[in-house]
T-cell receptor, first 112, second 112 residues
Framework: EDKVVQSPLSLVVHEGDTVTLNCSYEVTNFRSLLWYKQEKKAPTFLFMLTSSGIEKKSGRLSSILDKKELSSILNITATQTGDSAIYLCAVYYGGSQGNLIFGKGTKLSVKP | DGGITQSPKYLFRKEGQNVTLSCEQNLNHDAMYWYRQDPGQGLRLIYYSQIVNDFQKGDIAEGYSVSREKKESFPLTVTSAQKNPTAFYLC???????????FGPGTRLTVL
C-alpha cells in the first residue's frame, strides 16, 4: 500500500530553536515530494523536491530529499511563533494519471 | 488578483440533503482537485480533474460527485450517500498534475 509517514506528529519548541521534520514514503514510481505549511485554513506551498541531495532553501526553511532512504527532511532554523502550523508532506507517484498522497502532518508549536 | 476561491466558507446541511461546494480559479490551471480533511488526519483526495470534461476518482470518491464543464470551475456535490460528510473541504489547482498545487481557503461542512 502506498503511504507517506511524517514524524513527529507534534512538536513543541521555544523561539530560536532549530527543528527538523521528517517525511518518509513508500510509493510506486516516485515522481516528486512536496512540503506545505497549513496555518488556520488552506495549505501554502513551500518546496517541491525531485532530485536527491539537492537542498532547497527559502529564508530560514530548507528541505532535502534522500531517494535512497525514501525520505525528506524539512529544517526550520531560529524558529518564530509565526512558524507554528501543521507541516504537510505529500508525494506524487504513479503512472500517466499521477497520484498525490499526503502524510498526516506534523503540528509544530513555537512558544515565545 | 489571481487565486482560488471557495464558497461558502461554512455550510450546514441536514441529513439526507445534497449540497454543492463551489471552487473557482483564475490561474489558468488545467488540473483541479478536491480534498477532505478530518481532525488529526492528512488530506485525502476525493476527485481530481486534469482537463475540462474529464475527472478521476480519488481515494474516497464514494458519496461525492463533480463536474468540470469550464476550466475555471470544479464544483463538488456531497450527496446523501456520503455517510460522514462533516469535514473541512479543500479545493486546489495546479498547472498540471505533476506540479505544486495551490489551495483555496476551504469550506467547513457540518451535517446537523
Amino acid at each position: 500500500e502506498d503511504k507517506v509517514v511524517q514524524s513527529p506528529l507534534s512538536l513543541v519548541v521555544h523561539e530560536g530553536d532549530t527543528v527538523t521534520l521528517n517525511c518518509s514514503y513508500e510509493v510506486t514510481n516516485f515522481r516528486s515530494l512536496l512540503w506545505y505549511k497549513q496555518e488556520k485554513k488552506a495549505p501554502t506551498f513551500l518546496f517541491m523536491l525531485t532530485s536527491s541531495g539537492i537542498e532547497k532553501k527559502s529564508g530560514r526553511l530548507s528541505s532535502i530529499l534522500d531517494k535512497k532512504e525514501l525520505s525528506s527532511i524539512l529544517n526550520i532554523t531560529a524558529t518564530q511563533t509565526g512558524d507554528s502550523a501543521i507541516y504537510l508532506c505529500a508525494v506524487y507517484y504513479g503512472g500517466s494519471q499521477g497520484n498525490l498522497i499526503f502524510g498526516k502532518g506534523t503540528k509544530l508549536s513555537v512558544k515565545p | 488578483d489571481g487565486g482560488i476561491t471557495q464558497s461558502p466558507k461554512y455550510l450546514f446541511r441536514k441529513e439526507g440533503q445534497n449540497v454543492t461546494l463551489s471552487c473557482e480559479q483564475n490561474l489558468n490551471h488545467d488540473a483541479m482537485y478536491w480534498y477532505r480533511q478530518d481532525p488529526g488526519q492528512g488530506l485525502r483526495l476525493i476527485y481530481y480533474s486534469q482537463i475540462v470534461n474529464d475527472f478521476q476518482k480519488g481515494d474516497i470518491a464514494e458519496g461525492y460527485s463533480v463536474s468540470r464543464e469550464k476550466k475555471e470551475s470544479f464544483p463538488l456535490t456531497v450527496t446523501s450517500a456520503q455517510k460522514n460528510p462533516t469535514a473541512f473541504y479543500l479545493c486546489a489547482s495546479s498547472i498540471d498534475i505533476y506540479n505544486e498545487q495551490f489551495f483555496g481557503p476551504g469550506t467547513r461542512l457540518t451535517v446537523l
